[in-house]
């Protein structure tokens, strides 16, 4: 079977670094994607990991342990526009990924 | 550059009704999805098709049949709803294989209601 685990809620301070974890079991493993959905939006890309380690992104970063099934988007210099829930999605088939139920981030001025 | 076209935006139907959900993506895209997303629930897939001519169930196909027409299109049918089957939908699509980063595109959602 398939299964993530992420934080429901967090909530941070504009300006501030907040980190979102992620861990996962499933079979078949490639890679962590990271996906950002605004209220009453569509999922959009972020980031993904396909070997351990950081991939940075401008303000974003995500980082892989395929050893500990683990990971973590990082997003520094928060903004207001920030606030929206975050999936991680790991890549359990050639091309198919796996959604969780999100983290909904609240960032207050 | 539409990127991935979902039809209708917002629907509403009475239980046992029937409708069809449109996708279409101007990507080139292989793989096609769609998800339904309830509060709390995050995105669950309901079928994907891999390539042209092919379909599979996801985590939650029951109440649902799909039919991927083209390369470009892949529709998503209630043949007759109901209320459980009020949600968001989305349909998606990616490119390339085990090794990419097979990032999905989605379109803007299909806001589903039945009565």
């Known amino acids: 079977g398939q299964s993530l685990e992420q934080p429901s809620e967090v909530t941070a301070v504009e300006g501030a670094i907040v980190q979102i974890n992620c861990t996962y079991q499933t079979s078949g493993f490639y890679g962590l994607s990271w996906y950002q959905q605004h209220d009453g939006g569509a999922p959009t890309f972020l980031s993904y990991n396909g070997l351990d380690g950081l991939e940075e992104t401008g303000r974003f970063s995500s980082f892989l342990s395929r050893s500990d099934s683990y990971g973590y988007l990082l997003l520094q210099e928060l903004q207001m526009k920030d606030s929206a829930s975050y999936f991680c999605?790991?890549?359990?088939?050639?091309?198919?990924?796996?959604f969780g139920t999100g983290t909904r981030l609240t960032v207050i001025p | 550059n539409a990127g991935v076209t979902q039809t209708p935006k917002f629907q509403v139907l009475k239980t046992g009704q029937s409708m069809t959900l449109q996708c279409a993506q101007d990507?080139?895209?292989?793989?096609m999805y769609w998800y339904r997303q309830d509060p709390g629930m995050g995105l669950r897939l309901i079928y994907y098709?891999?390539?042209?001519?092919?379909?599979d169930k996801g985590e939650v196909p029951n109440g649902y049949n799909v039919s991927r027409l083209n390369k470009r299109e892949f529709s998503l049918r209630l043949e007759s709803a109901a209320p459980s089957q009020t949600s968001v939908y989305f349909c998606?699509?990616?490119?390339?294989?085990?090794?990419?980063?097979?990032?999905?595109?989605f379109g803007a959602g299909t806001r589903l209601s039945v009565l």
């Open positions: 999605a790991p890549k359990a088939g050639a091309n198919n990924l796996f």
């Open positions: 998606a699509s990616t490119d390339r294989g085990p090794l990419a980063k097979n990032i999905q595109y």
């Open positions: 990507m080139n895209h292989n793989s």
């Open positions: 098709s891999a390539s042209e001519g092919t379909t």
